[in-house]
């Protein structure tokens, strides 16, 4: 069974479109993140919810809306693409807020054109 | 503010060859810091951790020593095989950065046969 699932894995749209990204979570954790890692592998937080609440939200463009339905789950959703959004974006999970080991999916590597 | 420094990639190594990836950190607390290991095309997983000084970490042959007195957190490994081609990443967390993980920039690892 897999603990943290992400998908899509492979996302490819146009400038300006809107897209989503969908997280799930089967370990039973209260918090869950969102980060991005661009080409170069540098990895930088951009949201962390903890039971369906925000925690962390870092200056990340307001055209990424991030929404949590239930515990298990913690969706992006990104508005007006832009080239810079290119990336590979990961969602994970830890048992509680002050956890401190993470578990991360798959990715889901988005391309913009 | 908490940073974490790693040594810049790629470090390319033949198989059998001894490992050290230099990772050192500032931190104004007592944090614990964290080794994680990306294999190609995948999320993050936990290599190892240590929550304390003088604290060792170890996993799958790899181990890290907690230095507080150096503020350093070397991963090394004895006799590197192909299969631990990776991005590899240090990181700490504690209680001043609310225990969210703090990460450095990754180095990417080639083992040649």
């Known amino acids: 069974d897999t603990a943290v699932s992400q998908t899509p894995k492979y996302l490819v749209t146009q400038m300006g479109n809107d897209k989503s990204i969908k997280c799930e979570q089967n370990?039973?954790?209260?918090?869950m993140y969102w980060y991005k890692q661009d080409s170069k592998k540098f990895l930088k937080i951009m949201f962390s919810?903890?039971?369906?609440?925000?925690?962390i939200n870092e200056t990340v463009p307001n055209r990424f809306s991030p929404k949590s339905p239930d515990k298990a789950h913690l969706n992006l959703h990104i508005n007006s693409l832009e080239l810079g959004d290119s990336a590979v974006y990961f969602c994970?999970?830890?048992?509680?807020?002050?956890?401190?080991?993470?578990?991360f999916g798959p990715g889901t590597r988005l391309l913009v054109l | 503010g908490n940073s974490v420094t790693q040594m810049e990639g790629p470090v390319t190594l033949s198989e059998e060859a001894f490992l050290t990836i230099n990772c050192t950190y500032t931190?104004?607390?007592?944090?614990?810091l964290f080794w994680y290991v990306q294999y190609p095309g995948e999320g993050l997983q936990l290599l190892l951790k240590?929550?304390?000084a003088d604290d060792k970490g170890s996993n799958k042959g790899f181990e890290a020593t907690y230095r507080k007195e150096t503020t350093s957190f070397h991963l090394e490994k004895g006799s590197v095989q192909v299969s631990d081609s990776a991005v590899y990443f240090c990181?700490?967390?504690?209680?001043?950065?609310?225990?969210?993980?703090?990460w450095g920039a990754g180095t990417k690892l080639i083992i040649k046969p």
């Open positions: 919810y903890n039971n369906k609440e925000l925690i």
């Open positions: 931190a104004t607390g007592y944090p614990s």
């Open positions: 240590a929550t304390k």
């Open positions: 990181a700490l967390s504690d209680r001043r950065s609310n225990y969210q993980l703090i």
């Open positions: 370990l039973g954790h209260d918090t």
């Open positions: 994970a999970s830890s048992q509680g807020l002050y956890q401190e080991t993470q578990y």
